[in-house]
């Protein structure tokens, strides 16, 4: 072997002592950071409906009214029939069995509402809606107000009222049968804590 050879295997030598050496080094200053635990997801529930145990009917002088919860008491479906000097009503409670706060984010009215009753009939015919106490007349937006029905079994009465009071005098009277068709839908959001 020539001198080159030679200088070249120790350079090679060197080398792989160099490497080694420079592994063993960064190896003692290697640090290592670990992670570990358990995370546990609660069960959560929505479920807003209406409390069929509360449905309460109220009829005066003869009405002829009927009030259902249907659709797993998602919906409540009424039709009643007034004579002069009659009134229908009833009263259910909005419920809330989720595990969280409810929301009420805005009530809209589909069809008649009760300010475009009183604006078409004046006093011949008289359509009241109120939630939690207070009396709403048109679709309106409660997402500023804290209207929360609260988790596991908050509530709110609804009472929806029908009068036809008797008339003072003959241009009082109805000439022809009127049929409002009503419909009112209470919107709701979560309240993440």
Known sequence: MNKEGRFQNVLIILLAVAVVGMSIGFATLQGQLTINGNATFEKAKWEIVWDNSTLVETEVNGTNGTVVANNNNTNIDF???????S??????????N??????????TFKDDTPASVQTTYG??????????GVSYTQTTDTSANDITL??????????????????GDES???SDDV??????ELNYEPVIE
């Open 98 to 107: 989720g595990t969280f706060d409810a929301k009420l984010t805005g009530i």
């Open 79 to 85: 039709t009643a029939t007034l004579k002069p000097n």
């Open 179 to 184: 049929t409002l068709h009503m419909g009112v």
């Open 150 to 167: 609260a988790k596991n079994g908050g509530s709110a009465p609804v009472v929806v009222t029908l009068t036809y009071p008797l008339p």
């Open 87 to 96: 009134s229908y009503s009833f009263t259910v409670n909005a419920k809330n």
């Open 123 to 132: 006093t011949k015919i008289g359509y009241s809606f109120t939630y939690g």
């Open 172 to 174: 009082s009277l109805l």
